[in-house]
């Protein structure tokens, strides 16, 4: 069992930067595959980032990719997700996740979930 704690979020104007936490309880945190996804209102639970167990491996969905960085610190149980030149279209509720021993874009392959952090871009 793991339980997953987001932090970081909050209103930020246009072209700012944000870094959330996702800390996670648990010895067997190594053992996860992680994710970052976030949900906007109306709309469905899209992937953000995922990483790989040692952290050496990430990928990035296409909107995201060259503006947010994932990684994590299996010493101190987080995973982090900076976000620079934040956009209002990156305005959502963000929740971590964490999966099986491969990283995954799909929700569905993931098993545990925070509550998410919501982040605001104003314009």
């Known amino acids: 069992q793991v339980q997953l704690v987001e932090s970081g979020g909050g209103l930020v104007q246009t072209g700012g930067s944000l870094r959330l936490s996702c800390a996670a309880s648990?010895?067997?945190?190594?053992?996860?595959?992680m994710g970052w996804f976030r949900q906007a209102p109306g709309k469905e639970r899209d992937f953000v980032a995922a990483i790989s167990r040692s952290g050496g491996t990430t990928t990035y969905a296409n909107s995201v990719k060259g503006r947010f960085t994932m990684s994590r610190d299996n010493a101190k149980n987080t995973v982090y997700l900076q976000m620079n030149s934040l956009q209002p279209e990156d305005t959502a509720v963000y929740y971590c996740a964490a999966g099986g021993v491969a990283f995954s874009t799909s929700s569905g392959r993931y098993d545990y979930w925070g509550q998410g952090t919501q982040v605001t871009v104003s314009s």
């Open positions: 648990g010895r067997t945190f190594s053992s996860y595959a």
